[in-house]
């Protein structure tokens, strides 16, 4: 494998070449997912900034700004929505059941004892039981502390947090899947 760097004034990549025994050569875009950073969701009711746990979370803060570079939020809907619990999204399939990591497998918890979902705007990772952390993600709406100790908390709200309470007064239906979609259009990785 050859590995040659590009320059970018928003990212860091690089380019690696790999000839497979077809003889085929295909360039792959390597992010910097060491390089730490906040994350900006452009959704269709407004901007939300999230401040990442990189001190506490490390992996799932180095996978969540990790699908922001790649562009993997982009065009995500938030598929559930709780009104005084959640706020949920991440998954590309809008089903709840679908979603990805940059493994591409799914990831240890990070289960910091000092961090809590002490209340609105914690961010965690949505997973199906221990250890199966992907792409979904969820914003609490309230203090919701039979969460701890489950999910992995990994940061939390700092800009936007009147368009958090906008999203949780949408209409759902009897799934709690918002009735007119509601996106994520861009998802953006804010240097710190």
């Not at 077809?22 to 792959?28: E, I, K, L, P, Q």
């Not at 999204?89 to 990070?110: H, L, V, Y």
């Not at 992995?152 to 209409?171: D, H, P, T």
Request: with cysteine.
């Amino acid at each position: 494998i050859c590995i040659r760097a590009l320059s970018s004034s928003s990212m860091s990549v690089e380019v690696a070449r790999s000839e497979a025994d077809t003889g085929v050569v295909a360039d792959r875009p390597i992010y910097n997912d060491d390089e730490r950073c906040n994350v900006k969701l452009d959704t269709s009711m407004g901007d939300i900034e999230i401040e990442l746990y990189w001190n506490e979370a490390p992996l799932t803060c180095k996978n969540f700004a990790g699908l922001a570079r790649r562009q993997f939020y982009d065009n995500v809907p938030f598929h559930r929505v709780v009104r005084n619990f959640v706020i949920q999204g991440g998954d590309p399939t809008g089903t709840g059941r679908g979603g990805s990591s940059i493994w591409n497998a799914p990831f240890q918890d990070e289960l910091n004892p000092a961090l809590r979902h002490t209340g609105a705007g914690v961010i965690s990772m949505a997973n199906s039981g221990p250890n199966t952390n992907k792409s979904q993600f969820f914003i609490t709406l309230a203090p919701t502390p039979w969460l701890d100790g489950k999910h992995s908390i990994f940061g939390r709200i700092k800009a936007g947090m009147k368009v958090v309470k906008r999203i949780s007064l949408v209409e759902v239906d009897a799934s709690d899947r918002p009735v007119d979609v509601l996106k994520i259009h861009r998802a953006t990785c804010i240097p710190i």
